[in-house]
């Protein structure tokens, strides 16, 4: 494939070289290099194509990187990454020791900002903005280019609302595609459309907020993007551009099916065609069996709840969505929200299944803890995307929750071992708990073809004997619980599986007689060591006085990076054969 302008362009320097009248094919070229590699490496698709003619038009009116350009989320950076340098490493984004899917200040000094989580930008650009100000440093620009999904959240909201009173340099950019993931949602996305129809009158949120606002436009046209950044330029203070966009620009399908373009996997570069699927029969996504329990559960129990921040089709909630609309809600990228809005909802007799991405989760631990744990609400958190993730990377794995949910009073935590037992806990739960429940469960597959049978119930707290052995205990929780009965078998009747779907409560009769039977013991889970399932472990022991060794295997205290998801458990230990090493060196 020849890209005769882009193979010329090492950063942006270059670019500022060529006339305005260049950039047109740039961004032919531009896309056309995405859309290549992306088609065969996979990765973040719609989002990238959607900001070619913007991407192009910063960095040739502003100085960049001296001027600071942080891009929310970073999905959408692919093209600011082939223009800053990368152009050539662009074929190993999201591998393992390839470049990272989202900007990351270590890589370039062109990614001022890492980003991974929404809504950041703004407060990170307004944080520059200040400094640079303190610093004498009056001509910077400081841009946070935001969508209109991520700019609806709480974080974005209260960085305007500061911005706004302050004389900082700042440009927030409006990338307005009309789409996060899926449809954007909310009043704010029914502003945002009045404007763009004309429908809107006079009245304008950002003004309103104190920003200087130029807009709508045409985010594709590039001689207008040209223009209106040279004006921008030269002003000093908050401003506000809106500029539109579609998400997927330049590929039909990308265009047409944007929620599936979002990040397609592989495709036909040339066609835009999605690769054939797999047509064999393949147990379930752990997403699939949450979704569709739930359906078959609200069915029967009308007090069931469902809510999802901005992640329909991510979380399968959208087929609750689908099937009861008054039932179910996204409310946008708003983890917050819809941690307290479950609180309501369970005050009031209701039964709230909150879902959301283990990392995700994160933004909202203090209403986790103050709105619903100190009170005691019985809201049922399907907590998806536990463990690593793979190639989203360090800003994406879900590997803190048992440590941040452990320390928690009043909550109980569940880490199902397959598609059944999750199915079992969705059930048990929906029966009526008084205490909130936290069920985690990871990305991807289960293991079980045969998965949609009959409900039963699981007793809160009992953990399970699953093989029985003589020399050493493998305390296990959640899907790991296949990994360590393969390695187990291995060693024929010298080694005991014991599950504990419940890190919260613990089985302390079961620990009880683990303590006095073996004197090794080996815990397994897919989340970090340091507060978590195995240290839940080793505070009983303390507490038994057990005299025995207890080895911890878990993630090590570190920030683990993109890969696949298996190279990521290999890279840290925890793959079958790396379990059965420590096994050996443990046994007598
Ligand atoms: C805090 C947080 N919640 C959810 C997500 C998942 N997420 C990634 S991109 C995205 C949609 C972003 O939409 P928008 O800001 O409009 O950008 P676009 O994809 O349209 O360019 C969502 C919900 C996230 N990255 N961070
Ligand atoms: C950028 C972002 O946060 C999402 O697009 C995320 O990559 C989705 O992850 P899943 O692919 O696990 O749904
Ligand atoms: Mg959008």
């Known amino acids: 494939m020849n890209y005769p302008l882009l193979d010329t362009l090492n950063d942006p320097l270059d670019l500022r070289k060529l006339s305005a009248a ?134 974005a909201f209260e960085a305007l609302n500061h911005a706004g009173d302050s004389d900082a340099n700042i440009l927030v950019i409006l990338n307005d595609n009309a789409i996060g993931i899926d449809p954007s949602v909310g009043a704010l996305k029914n502003y945002l459309t009045n404007v763009k129809t004309g429908s809107q009158g006079q009245d304008n949120i950002f003004e309103a907020l104190n920003f200087k606002y130029f807009g709508p436009v045409d985010g594709h046209d590039i001689d207008k993007l040209l223009e209106i950044f040279n004006t921008l330029k030269k002003i000093k203070g908050p401003k506000f551009l809106h500029v539109i966009t579609t998400k997927g620009k330049g590929l039909k399908q990308a265009e047409t099916n944007q929620v599936v373009y979002h990040a397609p996997g592989k495709f036909d570069a040339l066609t835009g065609e999605l690769s054939p699927k797999n047509t064999a029969v393949q147990p379930p996504k752990y997403q699939d069996v949450f979704g569709l329990t739930l359906v078959e559960l609200a069915k029967k129990n009308e007090k069931i709840v469902g809510i999802t921040p901005a992640m329909p089709t991510g979380s399968s909630l959208k087929y609750m969505m689908q099937q009861f609309p008054e039932r179910a809600f996204d409310v946008g990228i708003a983890e917050q929200h819809a941690v307290t809005l479950a ?97 985690r469960y990871p990305r991807g597959r289960g ?79 897919d989340g970090v060591k340091a507060g978590g399932f195995g240290s839940s472990i080793v505070q009983e022991a303390a507490k038994y006085n057990y005299k025995g060794d207890i080895r911890i295997l878990g993630i090590p205290d570190q920030f683990i990076e993109h890969g696949a998801t298996e190279q990521l458990y290999e890279s840290v230990g925890l793959d079958t054969e790396s379990l059965r090493q420590e096994i050996i060196s443990l046994l007598p």
């Open 22 to 155: 260049d950039l047109t094919q740039v961004a032919a070229e531009l896309r056309q290099f995405i859309i290549n590699i992306v088609a065969t490496k996979e990765g973040h698709l719609g989002a990238s194509l959607g900001v070619v003619e913007l991407t192009l038009a910063l960095h040739y009116v502003f100085n960049t990187p001296d001027d600071k350009l942080i891009w929310d989320v970073g999905h959408q950076a692919y093209g600011h990454k082939i223009l800053t340098g990368r152009r050539d490493l662009f074929e190993t984004n999201r591998q393992y020791k390839g470049l990272s899917g989202f900007p990351k200040r270590e890589e370039s000094i062109y990614d001022t900002f890492g980003t991974g989580h929404s809504s950041t930008s703004i407060s990170a650009a307004l944080g520059m903005a200040i400094a640079s100000k303190i610093k004498g440093e009056f001509n910077r620009q400081h841009i946070a280019v935001i969508g209109d999904a991520s700019v609806a959240s709480g974080m």
């Open 447 to 525: 293991n079980l073809l045969k998965w949609k049978l009959p409900f039963s119930t699981i007793e809160i707290g009992k953990a399970q004997n699953l093989k029985e052995g003589n020399r050493i205990a493998i305390l296990v929780t959640g899907h790991f619980t296949d990994r360590a009965l393969e390695v187990a078998e291995s060693f024929t009747d010298r080694i005991s599986v014991y599950y504990f779907g419940f890190v919260k409560p613990l089985d302390r009769i079961m620990l009880q007689r683990i303590f006095s039977k073996y004197a090794s013991i080996v815990t397994l889970e």
């Open 343 to 439: 609180a309501g909802i369970a005050c009031v007799g209701l039964m709230p299944f909150c879902t959301i991405y283990s990392t995700f989760l994160q933004r909202a631990y203090d209403q986790l803890i103050h709105d619903v744990a100190l009170q005691k609400l019985p809201v049922i958190f399907c907590i998806d995307r536990a463990g690593l993730v793979g190639e989203d990377g360090a800003t994406h794995h879900g590997i803190f929750d048992l440590s941040y949910l452990r320390c928690i009073p009043n909550l109980i935590i569940y880490a199902p071992r397959n598609e059944i037992d999750l199915r079992n806990i969705l059930y048990t739960a929906q029966l009526g708990l008084d205490l909130p429940i936290a069920i």
